[in-house]
T-cell receptor, first 115, second 111 residues
């Protein structure tokens, strides 16, 4: 079945360490997104990519980095510069500009805890 | 500016009662609108979407939503709540290559 796979589901890190969250999709979607979810704040966009080798900052990009070397993969690195990294991270994809009405497809998320 | 407002962060209904979750939007162009559901520790699943074909949109699990341009609203309803409907619901808007989400409404269903 086609879908989005995020791994790991739970991740624990010490403060000051960088950590990379994996996101892989086999939907042949052009666009991929990273969101951060905190209780009561909905989803906030971190980065998005409309095409391979190109990505744009979202609303809360500081302290995060991404790459898009392959269409299927969009890993997110949470760096030590992110002041409050503990959160639930969601990866999503959509067909992209050619299908404006298509919804986002989401992975099951990674819960990151930094102590 | 594009934005989505969900009125009521928590809604509680009895099993079998009407479910009404409110969503208002602000958009500079005709919007694409969506409702998603999220169960604990999972991603979001699409319930339904509005793409201008019809103002009353039917989705999965008996949910529907009506697009009202004059009220800039896209409220989600279900005639009879089921225990399995307990979850968090998000309204979202798509414009200019970005999705804008509301802050979510947690639905509690009482037996």
């Amino acid at each position: 079945d086609g879908g989005i796979t995020q791994s790991p589901k739970y991740l624990f890190r010490k403060e000051g360490q960088n950590v990379t969250l994996s996101c892989e999709q086999n939907l042949n979607h052009d666009a991929m997104y990273w969101y951060r979810q905190d209780p009561g704040q909905g989803l906030r966009l971190i980065y998005y990519s409309q095409i391979v080798n190109d990505f744009q900052k979202g609303d809360i990009a500081e302290g995060y980095s991404v790459s898009r070397e392959k269409k299927e993969s969009f890993p997110l690195t949470v760096t030590s510069a992110q002041k409050n990294p503990t959160a639930f991270y969601l990866c999503a994809s959509s067909p992209g500009d050619r299908s404006y009405h298509e919804a986002l497809h989401f992975g099951n998320g990674t819960r990151l805890t930094v102590t | 500016a594009q934005s989505v407002t969900q009125l009521g962060s928590h809604v509680s209904v009895s099993e079998g009662a009407l479910v009404l979750l409110r969503c208002n939007y602000s958009s500079s162009v005709p919007p694409y609108l969506f409702w998603y559901v999220q169960y604990p520790n999972q991603g979001l699943q699409l319930l339904l979407k509005y793409t201008s074909a019809a103002t009353l949109v039917k989705g999965i699990n008996g949910f529907e939503a009506e697009f009202k341009k004059s009220e800039t609203s896209f409220h989600l309803t279900k005639p009879s709540a089921h225990m399995s409907d307990a979850a968090e619901y998000f309204c979202a808007l798509y414009n200019f290559n970005k999705f804008y989400f509301g802050s979510g409404t947690k639905l509690n269903v009482k037996p």
